[in-house]
């Protein structure tokens, strides 16, 4: 300890030891080392102060690496003073003391605030220019600081822990989908296994059905030839009885014998067609069963995207559907949700290529149709417009609008109740006609450079908007 080591030295060698003492770490130096400036340094000292800051620890002026050069004369004063002093056994790196300066071996008695640092009186002088307060003073700057941080802290907290919530809450949420998701698919598979049953059925029965007819014909072709056995071998009979008569009353009945010995029905055979129709049956099978299926399927050019529309929009279980809810919904707010405007994207985007699709928009009041960017606002309420990212036509308070930004009036002879959008990004254009008479509307055009996706604000009422389904037709070549 500095103390103790200054209590066993004579008083006349302190000064001396106070000259060979390391400024850092206030040990007698080792291996000691010059830097530009003139100050000295133990090795290792400066190689760990070099490490945090490139500047002299007592003047602080700038040095760069391996400007610093073996203070020898220095060394063999420090071995000479050890050895004289007989201090050889005593720990050569002792601390200084705790509220002591480091540099001047003084008590700390001042703040510098630039540095945020506590100094010596001494250290007055390499903090000339800076703000520099007693330590009653500048203590409570640093707690007010710090109490700062503690209240940002505390905020975070509270936020993190909000968030906390509302991933537990969409967990559940994804649980929930996961549970809906998983229902509707039993509930298709179980519709379309009960097709697949009825389809198997009715096959099994028009082959049972052939098989009966194909083999009563063979069984009653089988009765006829055996009807005929009988009937030759009752002839044969007849034949053997008259050649075992008389050779006077053979000749007699000869002719008579002779004519009714006659057989004139044909000889039985298979007829064509007498064997099953197995291509019938099970030739191209399940072709033939997948086409059939055709009844049974449903196919939509374009779904709704639960996890876009907004709480006060309630979709059907397969999202072909999209109406008013009758309350505000509970879902995550995650960052694809409308939230207040009340729209709903199709699940798919699209950046290339022809597509289309009808909407059934029916006596509905009011609605909007049509595409969007996929940079459309989500968290706020926007105008819609060709300007904000969406071309679409819609109806409100009786008047039918395009969604340019001076918001033009659509003339419409016949109120639509079925809206079809015909999308083409190729050309750059997106077209909007009365999907039950065929009669164009209008057409908007634009260099479209995002993904684009179905948009629909369906209004806050009753009645559904309706993704009507498309024509499924089966191709073979």
């Not at 597509?355 to 309420?381: F, Y």
């Not at 369906?458 to 498309?470: C, D, K, V």
């Amino acid at each position: 300890m500095a103390d103790s080591m200054d209590e066993d030295m004579p008083e006349e060698a302190l000064p001396l030891r106070q000259d060979l003492t390391c400024p850092v770490c206030q040990g007698i130096f080792q291996d000691p080392v010059l830097l530009p400036c003139s100050h000295s340094f133990c090795r290792e000292c400066h190689q760990k102060s070099f490490q945090v800051n490139k500047k002299c620890p007592v003047c602080r002026k700038e040095c760069e690496e391996g400007q610093a050069i073996a203070n020898r004369a220095l060394s063999s004063a420090c071995e000479s003073f050890l050895k004289q002093s007989n201090w050889g056994s005593i720990r050569k790196h002792a601390p200084p003391a705790e509220e002591s300066c480091n540099l001047h071996l003084k008590p700390l008695v001042l703040y510098c605030e630039k540095d945020e640092e506590p100094l010596c009186v001494d250290c007055v002088t390499l903090h000339n220019t800076h703000t520099l307060w007693p330590l009653s003073e500048g203590a409570p700057m640093c707690k007010k600081e710090l109490g700062f941080k503690v209240q940002i802290f505390a905020k975070k907290v509270e936020t993190y822990k909000k968030t906390t919530r509302k991933l537990s809450n969409a967990m559940e949420y994804i649980k929930y989908q996961a549970e809906q998701a998983e229902k509707q698919i039993k509930v298709e598979f179980e519709r379309l296994r009960m097709a697949l049953i009825t389809e198997e059925a009715l096959r099994l029965k028009a082959l049972a059905v052939e098989e009966e007819e194909k083999i009563a014909a063979v069984q009653e072709l089988i009765d006829s030839t055996n009807e005929d056995i009988a009937s030759m071998n009752k002839l044969s009979d007849a034949l053997k009885r008259e050649m075992g008569n008389e050779d006077l009353a053979l000749l007699r009945n000869f002719q008579k014998v002779k004519r009714e010995a006659k057989w004139t029905r044909g000889d039985p055979y298979l007829p064509e067609d007498s064997l099953l129709n197995m291509g019938k049956h099970v030739g191209a099978l399940s072709f033939k069963i997948w086409k059939n299926m055709q009844n049974h399927v449903k196919y939509n050019p374009v779904v709704l995207d639960p996890n876009t529309a907004s709480p006060w929009l309630s979709l059907n279980a397969d999202l072909s559907t999209v109406k008013e809810s009758a309350e505000r919904l509970t879902a995550p707010d995650n960052p694809d949700r409308f939230d207040p405007c009340v729209f709903v994207l199709g699940a798919e985007g699209y950046k290339s290529g022809k597509h289309r699709w009808d909407v059934i928009v029916g006596d509905n009041p009011r609605w909007i149709v049509g595409v969007c960017k996929e940079s459309v606002p989500r968290k706020k309420k926007f105008t819609v417009s060709t300007s904000r990212g969406v071309w679409s036509i819609g109806l409100s308070k009786g008047v039918y609008t395009v969604s340019t930004p001076e918001r033009t009036e659509l003339q419409v002879q016949q109120r639509p109740e079925r809206i079809r959008i015909k999308l083409n990004l190729d050309k750059g254009e997106v077209s909007f006609w009365d999907g039950g008479t065929a009669k164009h509307l209008v057409t908007l055009t634009h260099k479209f450079d995002e993904m684009m996706y179905p948009i629909f604000g369906p209004g806050l009422y009753s009645t559904p908007t309706i993704l009507a389904p498309g024509k499924i037709a089966v191709h073979t070549s």
